[in-house]
């Protein structure tokens, strides 16, 4: 059963890049037919937004609201995949999860417990 | 965007009461429709997939309907467990996008 974890700094300082990482175990991240993606919630109990996805053949799918500052990128060897978003803004405070999209890119089960990123000076 | 609207933002219910929570696409997204709960401080969990499937391990009082642009989430006896936020999200197009959330209240 897949798990996966977030990690990587909880504050960032406005027009850096955010970069955080997702670990993840009960299987190969190189697995045909998975997608791994990420979202974030900017309120709690508030708002989902779909970040992007990455699919096992290094496809990549991002939310066009953020293309332009988004990386979503997979690491084989730690079995990790992650984020960069650059020239963040206070807008970019939330929680992001990670999570795994069924093997059609559909639904996202499941889901790692998310972890809070907050952009301030 | 595809917009996903739902209805009620907020609910207040009893423990046995018979919830439906609706939410409704901007345009026709088939089936492609599915239901998350989210309690505090965790993270959503999938109820139901493609509008009416039922996650593994998912009550069976939990129970999904609908096709093109209407669906519902309907709890058949609610139990104390199941007080929570509920969302919707969509996977008809790119960007998937998700309702703003039915915040499900103890009466």
């Known amino acids: 059963q897949l798990q996966l974890q977030e990690s990587g700094p909880g504050l960032v300082k406005p027009s850096e890049t955010l970069s955080l990482t997702c670990t993840v175990s009960?299987?190969?991240?190189?697995?045909?037919?998975?997608?791994w993606g990420w979202i974030r919630q900017q309120s709690p109990g508030k708002g989902l937004e779909w970040i992007g996805?990455?699919?096992?053949?290094?496809?990549?799918y991002y939310n066009p609201s953020l293309k332009s500052r988004v990386t979503i990128s997979v690491d084989t060897s730690k079995n990790q995949f992650s984020l960069k978003l650059t020239s963040v803004t206070a807008a970019d405070t939330a929680v992001y999860y990670c999570?795994?999209?069924?093997?059609?890119?559909?639904?996202?089960?499941?889901w790692g417990q998310g972890t809070l990123v907050t952009v301030s000076s | 965007d595809i917009q996903m609207t739902q209805s009620p933002s907020s609910l207040s219910a009893s423990v046995g009461d018979r919830v439906t929570i609706t939410c409704r696409a901007s345009?026709?997204?088939?089936?492609?429709l599915h239901w998350y709960q989210q309690k505090p401080g965790k993270a959503p969990k999938l109820l139901i997939y493609?509008?009416?499937s039922l996650r593994t391990g998912v009550p069976s009082r939990f129970s999904g309907s609908g096709s093109g642009t209407d669906f519902t989430l309907t709890i058949s006896s609610l139990q104390p467990e199941d007080f929570a936020t509920y969302f919707c999200?969509?996977?008809?197009?790119?960007?998937?996008?998700f309702g703003q959330g039915t915040n499900l209240e103890i009466k």
């Open positions: 999570a795994t999209p069924d093997a059609s890119g559909n639904w996202f089960d499941p």
């Open positions: 009960g299987g190969s991240i190189s697995s045909s037919n998975y997608y």
């Open positions: 996805s990455i699919y096992y053949t290094g496809d990549t």
């Open positions: 345009q026709s997204i088939s089936r492609f």
């Open positions: 493609s509008a009416s």
């Open positions: 999200q969509q996977s008809y197009s790119i960007p998937a996008t």
